[in-house]
């Protein structure tokens, strides 16, 4: 009877710290992902080891005998295991402090200030890569530009170091139409490189190469819109319109 007695203590000895090793895992893989990474696991582990000693110091013993501690009776292993869930809570009531701060209408407003301000010191050093010629092409482009007799006419923008381009006047039958193109510094002489970075048209997609030609002659502007994927197409050529 005896023997059968220690079996299942001991039984009951190790599920308990199995249990309570289990949810301290769990608890410090938690607090690994909240925003104080390493520090965050200490202050979890810190805080749920006090919480168990704490609660096994003050809980009322029996008097036990060097034979047989009080953690050795059922009434102490009992005991032990009230430690281990208070520990354990304290760690689940730890965790949620840990989380990011929530957001507000002033912190809110001082993140768009700040993604605005690298927005324009990214546009700033796309425009200062490029050469002379390409910063003159990048102040001309903006406006509407058509087709032959702009029957089919194109609205460019310049926004956020790229350039924006949509079709505002169409032919019966045709889609609507809209572009957005990243500058890319290089080239040559008045040509400025775009990469695209979406589209409404199905036969563009990200990434394609685009090379704008702007010339002026005798008052007369033209932009020749080319996309590199099109091998052997000279290109869309553009004339300025009101």
Same mark, same amino acid.
């Given at each position: 009877m005896k023997a059968l007695n220690r079996i299942l203590w001991? *039984?009951?000895f190790v599920a308990i710290i199995g249990v309570a090793a289990a949810f301290a895992w769990l608890a410090l893989g938690v607090a690994e992902d909240k925003r104080g990474g390493w520090v965050a696991i200490t202050i979890t582990l810190? *805080? /749920?080891i006090g919480a168990a000693i704490s609660q096994y110091?003050?809980?009322p013993k029996i008097v036990g005998s060097p034979r047989r501690p009080f953690w050795m009776s059922w009434k102490g292993l009992a005991t032990l295991f009230l430690a281990c869930v208070a520990g354990a809570g304290a760690m689940s009531l730890l965790l949620p402090l840990l989380d990011p701060t929530v957001a507000t209408e002033d912190t809110v407003v001082g993140d768009g200030d700040r993604t605005r301000a690298e927005i324009g010191e990214a546009k700033e050093e796309i425009i200062a890569a490029l050469s002379p010629a390409q910063r003159s092409v990048v102040q001309a482009i903006p406006g509407l530009w058509g087709e032959a007799g702009c029957?089919? *006419?194109y609205e460019f923008k310049m926004q956020d170091g790229g350039l924006m381009i949509e =079709? *505002? =006047?169409k032919e019966p039958g045709m889609s609507d139409?809209?572009?957005t193109a990243a500058l890319v510094p290089g080239g040559e002489g008045d040509q400025l490189n775009a990469s695209i970075a979406r589209s409404s048209d199905a036969g563009e997609t990200e /990434?394609?190469?685009l090379i704008f030609t702007y010339s002026r002659a005798a008052g007369e502007e033209r932009l020749n819109w080319r996309n590199l994927t099109h091998a052997g197409y000279g290109g869309t050529k553009l004339e300025r319109c009101s």
């Open positions: 001991l *039984v009951t810190a *805080v /749920g110091i003050v809980a029957s089919v *006419v =079709r *505002v =006047r139409y809209a572009m /990434g394609q190469a």
